[in-house]
């Protein structure tokens, strides 16, 4: 079946960075427009970034903008997030997602194919 698995996770310092990983496999990669989401503790998991299928369009949760880049290697068939000048309100676990749709959205509905979650904590 399908799979993705997010690696890249880990406990760094505000002002820092990291880059997360997403490798998918059993699937046609570029038909899927890829997403990342997180979720903190107690609370709604939520739309952090979004790439289409031809990588042309992206769309970001405004906190993240100019801090955070999504971008993917369809040769690789994986998806990349960097996330740079990380806060201590970017904690949370971090997924990315797949789905069968055109338009690079937010909507956790879009979105079929989900990995497991990488941890993402900052420390301020």
């Known amino acids: 079946q399908v799979q993705l698995v997010d690696t890249g996770g880990g406990l760094v310092q505000a002002g820092d960075s990291l880059t997360l990983s997403c490798a998918a496999s059993?699937?046609?990669?570029?038909?899927?427009?890829m997403g990342w989401f997180r979720q903190a503790p107690g609370k709604e998991r939520e739309f952090v970034a979004v790439?289409?299928?031809?990588?042309?369009?992206?769309n970001y949760r405004y906190s993240v903008k100019g801090r955070f880049t999504i971008s993917r290697d369809n040769a690789k068939n994986t998806v990349y997030l960097q996330m740079n000048s990380l806060k201590s309100e970017d904690t949370a676990i971090y997924y990315c997602?797949?789905?069968?749709?055109?338009?690079?959205?937010?909507?956790?509905?879009?979105?079929?194919?989900w990995g497991q979650g990488t941890q993402v904590t900052v420390s301020s």
């Open positions: 059993r699937l046609t990669f570029s038909d899927y427009t």
């Open positions: 997602a797949g789905g069968r749709t055109e338009w690079p959205t937010g909507s956790l509905s879009a979105y079929e194919y």
């Open positions: 790439i289409t299928g031809n990588g042309r369009s992206t």
